[in-house]
Structure formats: C-alpha cells, structure tokens
C-alpha cells in the first residue's frame, strides 16, 4: 500500500512541476510539494477509515462520528488552523484511487490491478518454515509459572 501510494504522489508531484514550468502563475497557487510524507500519511488515514466504516471515533471530545469521516474531519481541522489543505486533499486522492483498485474493483470485475508481482512472492515465499510454538494446556504459550500453596525459590 505504502510503494503504491508513494509512486502515485511522485507522479502527481512531476506532474504539478510540469504544469508549474509552463503555468508560472500556478506555483503562486500550489505549493512545493517537497516532502511526501503527510500525504502518504493522509492516504493511509483514508483507506484505514474506509475499510474499517463501523468504527465510532470521538474527536477531542466535541462530537461523534465513524472512521469514513476521519480524513475529512482532521482536513476541516487543519483549515481551521490555517493549514494549507493541498497536501491533506493529495492523501486523500490518492487513498480513493488506492481504495478504489484494491477493493472496490475487483469485487466489480473479479481483476486485481494492484496485484503483488511474482518476483515479490517469491522472494519472501522461499523463507525457511519456523518451528512451531509448543502450546500449554489451555493453549497459552508462556512460562512455567507458580502453583498455589508451593513454596518461592
């Protein structure tokens, strides 16, 4: 999610340079988007929310709402503290299209487009198989323990 997400706003990036080279007055309007990382943070905000719908969040105490509206309130937030809202609504771009490609489309088509390479797979496929965990009775896995009325050493 994060390699995908980075790329697009990479993309993005070029692309407001390039139209900032043939449109100076568009660099008075947009800034430089130098630093990725609160829109990539933004992005993983809005798929978190939309995969998650049902979760009640309270922010700050003031009012209630489910997590879909998570980015959206912290945006609002944000312009409230005179915050410029281009990198939070560049996240939020690129989550729907992230969202929209892994989750929406392939229950439509039955296609995943974002599908994980073969050569990934096989990097990490080829990992040698750990040894199980020998659970305990009960099925938990930690120490030894004390029994009741057995003296300390």
């Known amino acids: ?20 080279t043939y ?6 309007v947009l800034p430089k988007l130098m630093f990725l990382a609160p829109s990539l ?9 939309r995969r998650n719908p049902h979760i009640s969040l309270n922010f700050w105490g003031l009012f209630t709402f489910t997590a879909p509206y998570l980015p959206w309130v912290i945006l609002a937030f944000g312009m409230l503290l005179n ?10 771009f690129v989550g729907h299209i992230y969202y929209f490609l892994e ?16 050569f990934i797979k096989n990097l ?10 020998q659970l ?13 009325g057995q003296e300390q050493q």
């Open 124 to 133: 990490f496929d080829n990992a040698p198989p750990q040894e199980p965990i």
């Open 41 to 49: 943070a933004f992005m993983i905000v809005y798929v978190w929310g």
């Open 103 to 118: 989750d929406v489309y392939p229950r439509i088509s039955g296609r995943r487009i974002l599908a994980t390479p073969t």
């Open 83 to 92: 915050q410029n809202p281009i990198f939070d609504l560049l996240g939020i």
């Open 23 to 28: 449109y100076p007055e568009m660099g008075k």
């Open 136 to 148: 305990r009775p009960m099925g938990r896995p930690w120490g030894e323990g004390q029994q009741l």
């Open 1 to 20: 999610m994060l390699l995908v997400g980075a790329i697009m706003l990479i993309f993005i990036n070029f692309g407001l340079y390039t139209v900032m």
